[in-house]
């Protein structure tokens, strides 16, 4: 029996935001690459087929931006930039490495998989950049991750860019909470924050049971999970 039916899309979308959920979990660094790298490669694919439609519909979104620059995929960006000769080691050894790791074991029989946050956070942003490029439309999670990404990698983020104004507002308060409590408690908030926003991607044995936290001004924003 069938118990849902769902679009490839619809599907990616699905792993990469508990993917994000489980980065700012903490707890599972394994999973939240796993699922990012199923859902970036859904995305790459979807661009692949429908390449020219979305080229299509960034030239006329943008048609009054003289310095537009056609946004590719990022195995495409990825793809024009490395030596023709050098396409199957990168694409083997770097872009494709823990993913693959993760869920093969023929040609890597028996190799040691090596992990960190730093290496995960950079597959999430890698299926969100292909799902923005996809995407008419964003996520919450993948809304949050984005703030997350902006704020602790200051230095990767044009000074040019800039979003509508609840993300700028948004993002000037994490700045602010980030700065004050530092990498780990800013990602537990954002935790608490999600929990707060998209309760249906939580258990309700998560939601009970709260302590709450404060931002910089004092005010109670979000709770967090009492550890007995």
Known sequence: MIE?????FDAAVRQLNTAVKLFFEGKDLLS???LAAAADRIFEDIYRHERNEHLQRQLIQNKDNPDYRLRFSVYEEFKFRIKDEYHKEFFRDYYRKHP???KHADKNYGEQIEISFDIVEMYVFRAIVNHSIVATNGTVPITSFNIWFMVRHPRFVREDVQGPAPLEGALNYFQEYFSA???ERARLHCYDMLKLSCPEMFV???LRCYETINDVDGQVLSSRK???
């Open 4 to 8: 849902e039916k769902i679009s490839q």
């Open 32 to 34: 939240v690459c796993t």
């Open 100 to 102: 693959n790791a993760l």
């Open 181 to 183: 409590y530092g990498q």
């Open 204 to 206: 309700a044995s998560d």
């Open 226 to 228: 009492r550890i007995a």
